[in-house]
């Protein structure tokens, strides 16, 4: 079946320890992206990439790294520079043809211990 | 920028009755519009889009979405909700497919339904 698959979907970590977000999709979609969930705040922009080897910074993109070598994956680092990792972080893609839906994974919740 | 507001944070509905959930957009442009549905803990499922057409909009699970252009509205709407409805609903607007364009997501609206 298609679809994206994220891992950990649970991780823990220590203040000032950095910690990767792995996000692989079988859907051939070129467009990948980053989202962080809150609780009452929605979903908030961290990264996103329109091809292999290109990637723009979202709306919070600050204390987060990406990359994206292959078009299947789009990895995401939370760095000890982000203050407040705790967070449910999902990631999507989205085809170049169709109505511009996003597909997601089932997410990945991050406790900063 | 382009901007969505769900005004309810939480409504609690009897199951049965009817659902109606609220979405303000701004946006430019044509906007192309979305709703989402998350269980605890999951990943979000499209409900139902519009892009062009008909405003009046039918989706997955028994929903409908009515577009209005001169409210900047697009209000989801269920006729008789079903317990398995208790989730959370997200609202988004985009634009069309082009290089750039991303989804801007309202603050989403946690339904509660009693039986």
């Known amino acids: 079946d298609g679809g994206i698959t994220q891992s950990p979907k649970y991780l823990f970590r220590k203040e000032g320890q950095n910690v990767t977000l792995s996000c692989e999709q079988n859907l051939n979609h070129d467009a990948m992206y980053w989202y962080r969930q809150d609780p009452g705040q929605g979903l908030r922009l961290i990264y996103y990439?329109?091809?292999?080897?290109?990637?723009q910074k979202g709306d919070i993109a600050e204390g987060y790294s990406v990359s994206r070598e292959k078009k299947e994956s789009f990895p995401l680092t939370v760095t000890s520079a982000q203050k407040n990792p705790t967070a449910f972080y999902l990631c999507?893609?989205?085809?170049?043809?169709?109505?511009?839906?996003?597909?997601f994974g089932e997410g990945s919740r991050l406790t900063v211990l | 920028a382009q901007s969505v507001t769900q005004p309810d944070i939480h409504i609690t509905v009897s199951e049965g009755a009817s659902l109606e959930l609220r979405c303000n957009y701004s946006?430019?442009?044509?906007?192309?519009l979305f709703w989402y549905v998350q269980s605890p803990g999951q990943g979000l499922q499209l409900l139902l889009k519009y892009f062009s057409g008909d405003t009046l909009v039918q989706g997955i699970k028994g929903f409908e979405a009515e577009f209005k252009r001169s409210q900047s509205s697009f209000n989801l709407r269920k006729p008789s909700v079903h317990w398995s409805d208790a989730a959370e609903y997200f609202c988004?607007?985009?634009?069309?497919?082009?290089?750039?364009?991303?989804?801007?997501f309202g603050g989403g609206t946690r339904v509660l339904v009693k039986p």
């Open positions: 990439s329109q091809i292999v080897n290109d990637f």
């Open positions: 999507a893609s989205r085809g170049t043809s169709g109505t511009g839906e996003l597909f």
């Open positions: 988004a607007v985009g634009a069309a497919i082009a290089a750039g364009n991303k989804l801007t």
């Open positions: 946006y430019g442009a044509t906007p192309y």
